[in-house]
């Protein structure tokens, strides 16, 4: 499997940040990759989340998704993007990943449920949190992708969850907010996830100055397969699929694993 990751940096333009999409899935197509990863918020982007987001949002069957999917056919390559789509709450949008199949087909929609309400931003005044719902994933070219959005890694149930419901590939799809650490902890929790689940994990991430950049693709040891600096760019790699299983049969921690009885907080 040939997958390519695509760095933005996406702003308030929504038609540029379409053609920059476009531009990407050419060069990934070109480049022999089967599936192009996008981040977070690929079609509209700012520094501060605001009242902008859900003005902007639509639903599923709009022109931003119509465009997306076009843009997958055209191009023959299969396609993972954040959009702002609408909900059903006045003043607040979704915070989703939609993939389209090289048909131009959706595959899967993902609503972020873990919203970024930390580091002084409130991602949940203007997103709503998808209610919880079973792993997002979809099988493609025979391998079954698991779908995350940024703050989701921080929550490694979320990806061991996807681990067991077979995923073999974690997309996790991000504008990843600078600061103090951050860089180190985006490298951190994305190597953990691999690890920790024995999969390969593709992080595609915005540049700055909205995120961090470094993108990058981990086989299941963790290793960096490639990573991006701070540049809009893309990656192109193989990942070759029986390293899964290697890694797994090697290091059977699901097998292994045994859960400990929940215990109350002592807070408060």
Request: charged residues 20%; aromatic residues 8%.
């Amino acid at each position: 499997m040939r997958i390519a990751l695509g760095q933005l940096a996406s702003g308030t333009d929504i038609t540029g940040n379409l053609a920059a999409i476009a531009g990407f899935a050419r060069q990934a197509a070109e480049g022999g990759a089967r599936i192009l990863i996008l981040p977070e918020y690929a079609t509209y982007e700012k520094k501060v989340l605001d009242a902008s987001f859900p003005e902007v949002a639509e639903p599923l069957d709009g022109p931003v998704c119509s465009e997306l999917s076009r843009i997958a056919q055209a191009h023959g390559i299969a396609l993972v993007a954040g959009v702002v789509e609408t909900s059903d709450e006045s003043g607040r949008a979704y915070n989703t990943l939609v993939a389209f199949g090289p048909d131009g087909r959706r595959l899967a929609v993902y609503r972020k449920i873990h919203l970024f309400d930390a580091q002084g931003y409130a991602e949940s005044t203007f997103i709503k949190p998808a209610p919880l719902v079973e792993p997002t994933f979809f099988d493609f070219d025979g391998v079954r992708f698991g779908l995350m959005t940024c703050y989701d890694l921080r929550f490694p149930e979320l990806a061991r969850s996807l681990s067991d419901a077979g995923a073999e590939v974690l997309l996790t799809c991000a504008a990843w907010v600078p600061g103090k650490h951050k860089t180190n902890q985006w490298r951190s929790l994305t190597a953990a996830r691999a690890i920790e689940n024995g999969v390969y994990l593709a992080g595609a991430c915005q540049a700055p100055p909205v995120s961090i950049g470094h993108s990058v693709l981990l086989d299941p040891m963790g290793a960096v397969i490639e990573e991006l600096g701070v540049d809009p760019a893309l990656i192109v790699a193989d990942i070759p699929l029986d390293a899964v299983t290697s890694v797994r049969n090697e290091f059977p921690v699901s097998r292994q694993r045994r859960l400990l009885p929940q215990h109350k907080s002592r807070a408060g």
